[in-house]
């Protein structure tokens, strides 16, 4: 009998959504947003307590209270994602497809990150027991409902915006920054470091990628301004939160 032919495959996306990520030139509305949204993407990196740490080195009681304070959003990262990931759909909206297999990709790349933030909490003198039990202060709950709700009701767009862009990309930049204070704080304690290296060393990828998927999935001309918006309120809340963190 003969074998029967088999359709060409259209379900490479896993092997090829990288590529189909690679960057692209702005539209006019994506180049308008990024600059009108420098000053408070600058203002999470200007925030007082990453400068004090690269002048003055790692001040342990600041940051034991950023890792308490941040651990709730850092552990609900995935579900964020989780339930974007749900409202996609197989193909049938644009940029979808690709979107899809982003998500399910990073989700799985999120497995250890709580863990390893709890490891860099452990290596600056707190318990698990303490920073699993900790209630974060009101800045940074109302950064944690806030993604919350953009995830549930904003558009696929806006939770890549809020989400995946905004706090993503900033933490890759004040990462880099606090990263040798903080090498030469722990020396060789690797599990202490594993959190904040593999959000200092990894490139701009993640970020970048967010925003081809915006420019993929937004709707209209009202999804471009809530993304906006959402981009602007995620950074306005990331950069409360630190503020309040220097007591």
């Known amino acids: 009998m003969a074998e029967r032919s088999r359709p060409p495959s259209r379900t490479q996306h896993h092997r090829t959504v990288k590529r189909e990520l690679s960057e692209t030139p702005h539209p006019a509305w994506v180049e308008d947003m990024l600059g009108e949204l420098k000053p408070q993407w600058d203002a999470v990196t200007d925030s007082p307590v990453f400068a004090r740490t690269v002048d003055g080195g790692v001040d342990d009681e600041v940051w034991r209270r950023i890792v308490l304070e941040f651990f709730c959003v850092v552990e609900a990262f995935p579900k964020y994602m989780g339930v974007y990931l749900g409202r996609t759909t197989y193909g049938k909206a644009p940029g979808d497809l690709l ?137 306005e809340l990331f950069r409360r939160g630190f503020d309040a963190c220097l007591g």
């Open 99 to 235: 979107a899809r297999d982003w998500l399910i990709g990073n989700i799985r790349t999120e497995a250890l990150h709580a863990q390893w933030f709890i490891d860099w909490g452990v290596g600056l003198g707190l318990t698990e027991d303490e920073i699993l039990d900790h209630r974060p202060s009101p800045e940074v709950a109302s950064l944690y409902e806030f993604l919350w709700s953009v995830s549930y009701r904003g558009s696929v767009a806006e939770a890549f915006g809020a989400v995946n862009y905004a706090i993503e990309g900033t933490t890759g930049d004040w990462t880099q920054l606090v990263m040798p204070a903080f090498r030469e704080r722990f020396g060789e304690d690797k599990y202490a470091l594993m959190w904040l290296a593999e959000h200092a060393e990894y490139d701009d990828a993640h970020p970048r990628e967010a925003l081809e998927l915006i420019k993929l999935t937004v709707r209209d001309a009202d999804d471009r301004a809530a993304v906006k918006e959402a981009v602007r309120r995620s950074l």
